[in-house]
């Protein structure tokens, strides 16, 4: 079992940036494959960024490649992401995920575990 916190949303305006970070708990962690996901009002929730156990693969969905940066510290049991250049479409509530697995996913089906969500709005 794993528990998600996230935090570091807020608002900010376009050109900006923001770091969000996810607290983990539980057993196994360092293991685990994390992932980003975010959901604007009225779409389906997406993926944004993932990061393998051991932080040797990443990926990135194509709008954010570039601005994004996600990063994880498994000795804190903390996973980071870095947004830059935040446009008004980046404008959504950003969810931590973790997966048991730990080759690295980009399918939210995959995952296991969810935080709560942190809102992330950009202002033009």
């Known amino acids: 079992q794993v528990q998600l916190v996230e935090s570091g949303g807020g608002l900010v305006q376009a050109g900006g940036s923001l770091r969000l970070a996810c607290a983990a708990s539980?057993?196994?962690?360092?293991?685990?494959?994390m992932g980003w996901f975010r959901q604007a009002p009225g779409k389906e929730r997406e993926f944004v960024a993932s990061?393998?156990?051991?932080?040797?693969?990443?990926y990135y969905r194509t709008s954010v490649k570039g601005r994004f940066t996600i990063s994880r510290d498994n000795a804190k049991n903390m996973v980071y992401l870095q947004m830059n250049s935040l446009n008004p479409e980046d404008t959504a509530v950003y969810y931590c995920?973790?997966?048991?697995?730990?080759?690295?996913?980009?399918?939210?089906?995959?995952?296991?575990?969810w935080g709560q969500g942190t809102q992330v709005t950009v202002s033009s």
């Open positions: 995920a973790a997966d048991r697995g730990s080759l690295g996913s980009t399918s939210q089906h995959d995952y296991d575990y």
């Open positions: 539980g057993r196994t962690f360092s293991t685990y494959t």
């Open positions: 990061i393998s156990w051991g932080g040797g693969r990443t």
